[in-house]
């Protein structure tokens, strides 16, 4: 068995501790490729699972005959992935309100998660920052498949930790609610202009910018330095995902 780190946020870390959410959507980087052939007839079809162990299979050229296969980052069937989230360490000194002896002072430097809390008052460091002895979360993979994003199912999106209300579920056709609700949360991370950057002469600097929403009308207007810099904006509706089935280690 293998380990891999992944990033969740708050949010999606409290529905993992909750027993909500089974499921994650990341973005396969680069994206496949669709090539036509003739009269606009599609040559390259995208199809999953993998008849490769540890691979997905992402393109099979209808003319050729043959297979593109893609190693996902994440792992495949049976690894562990250990969740990075928002954290902090505990500060004995700075933070123990005792005025008697305590023991506040065993918990100085222990780790404590934002999806504890929520808490807005303290100082917390990013997910990307958190070390393996830090996370407290290990998930066991129990699937890898290859999907566009918009084939999401109401099912899937419940397994995402997509929740409704009961007047939602009460509703007419309230099963279709979790696809808009899905759609809104994918657009407010990944619908959202993130700057592509590369090293250049020894600094870090932004090339152009990117973003991938949930289809072409969800495109918010460009960001002021990509116009001010004249910089590419690539916009990638509808992208190629790895759906990534997990439990809970120990459940």
């Not at 992944?6 to 027993?19: D, H, K, P, R």
């Not at 696809?179 to 959202?192: E, L």
């Not at 990509?226 to 439990?247: G, S």
Request: with cysteine; proline share 7%; net charge positive.
């Amino acid at each position: 068995m293998k380990e891999h780190p992944i990033l969740f946020n708050s949010e999606m870390v409290l529905a993992i501790l909750e027993g909500r959410k089974t499921q994650t959507r990341r973005i396969i980087k680069p994206q496949p490729q669709l090539y036509r052939f003739g009269d606009n007839h599609e040559s390259l079809s995208f199809v999953s699972p993998a008849t490769i162990p540890g691979y997905s299979a992402v393109g099979v050229d209808r003319v050729m005959e043959t297979a593109e296969y893609l190693k996902c980052p994440f792992g495949k069937d049976g690894d562990r992935l250990w969740v990075r989230e928002k954290f902090r360490y505990y500060n004995w000194l700075e933070e123990c309100a005792c005025y008697d002896d305590c023991n506040c002072s065993r918990q100085d430097g222990k780790p404590i998660y934002y999806a504890d809390s929520f808490d807005n008052e303290s100082k917390w460091k990013p997910s990307i920052r958190m070390p393996r002895k830090a996370s407290r979360i290990n998930l066991i993979i129990d699937e890898i498949r290859v999907e566009r994003l918009q084939d999401i199912t109401p099912e899937d999106c419940e397994s995402e930790g997509i929740t409704l209300t009961d007047g939602e579920l009460k509703s007419c056709n309230g099963a279709s609610k979790y696809r808009p609700k899905f759609r809104n949360i994918w657009n407010s991370i990944y619908g959202q202009w993130q700057g592509i950057y590369k090293r250049i002469d020894g600094k870090r600097q932004v090339v152009g910018f990117e973003r991938y929403p949930w289809a072409e009308e969800d495109t918010p207007p460009k960001p002021a330095k990509a116009l001010k810099l004249n910089l590419p904006c690539a916009v990638i509706a509808n992208p190629w995902l790895w759906v990534i089935k997990f439990h809970k280690e120990g459940q």
